[in-house]
């Protein structure tokens, strides 16, 4: 009996001493493999693709910018460099990109985004995400982190910009820098008008080429062009319907609303970014106490693209500091 009980006692002890199990799974690692699927949240069908899932990492999500655009030239361009060193998940949010949309064209409030966002969260199985933003994808992420600071490790905001009207006058004026005599007289007239910022805004865009738009959005016209025949080569619209509610309901409160959030965060912006400008970054940093700013000195609205190498090196570091 005593040669028995000896024996239970060294089992229980051995037992002790071992080592958590490795089948158990932390709660940063999302239960899913590498692939593309569609995640029902909240009622829609939303694309999701997962890739460098063998690196354990808290994943990284990828918030895409528009608003209403895709994942598609990220995916083919900085997308694989990040995949070497961390687990990605790129989605598309509702009525975007391959993601099916809501009967409601008027179901795109940033609430409801947020809330997507979230059940993509819990269906990935993890508790926290570290959350990479680009353009309004950047504004998405923040407000994600904002409502649910709990559940975001780290934030990487690229060309962060609130479409407010004052960013509309910044982007108006970034046209006209690039403008030939033509466009800056039809620019000229259209600031004279009586009509709405609003108004304004979307005749600007509307006038504007697709060479004029290239010049706008990239410092690099190489890049600008690899850029559009991504895009031609997706076959990937964007119905403006989600950029129609969000201008209708935009309160431009994210610098207001971001005070005080202790999340780390690495805002990146590009310093010829005519679209968003510098404003929206340099004033979050302000605001936000925990984090950093970098300025990509040969990079226009997409940094990730133009000055790609150091995008990736960027993020590894930061998402790596303990």
Known sequence: ???????????????????????????SKIQASDGEQFYTLNGIKHWVKVKGSQNSTTPIVIVHGGPGGNQYNFERTIGPKIESFATVVYYEQR????????????DYLLQTLISDLDQLRETLGVQKMTLLGYS??????????????????KLILSSPAELSKA??????????????????????QILKDTTSIEDKYGRV?????????????????????????????????????????????????????????????????????KNGGLHTGLALKQVLSNSVIKLYENSAHFPDMEEEDRFAADVKIFTQEK
């Open 1 to 27: 009996m005593k040669y028995l009980y000896s024996l239970l006692l060294v089992a229980v002890l051995f037992s002790c001493t071992q080592p958590a199990s490795t089948s158990q799974t932390p709660e």
């Open 136 to 153: 309004f994808g950047a504004e998405l992420a923040l407000r994600y982190a904002i409502a649910h600071p709990e559940r975001v490790e």
């Open 167 to 188: 960013n509309m006058l910044v982007q108006m004026q970034g046209f006209y820098a690039i403008g030939d005599s033509t466009l800056k007289a039809d620019l000229e």
């Open 95 to 106: 009525g975007s990109g391959r993601s099916e949309a809501p009967e409601d064209p008027n």
């Open 205 to 273: 865009w509307d006038l504007s080429s697709s060479e004029v738009v290239d010049r706008f959005l990239f410092l690099n016209p190489e890049l600008a062009q690899k850029n559009r025949q991504l895009w031609q080569e997706s076959k990937l619209k964007n119905t403006g319907l989600m950029a129609k509610v969000y201008i209708k309901h935009n309160k431009a409160d994210l610098v207001e609303k971001a005070s005080g959030l202790k999340t780390p965060t690495l805002i990146i912006s590009g310093v010829h970014d």
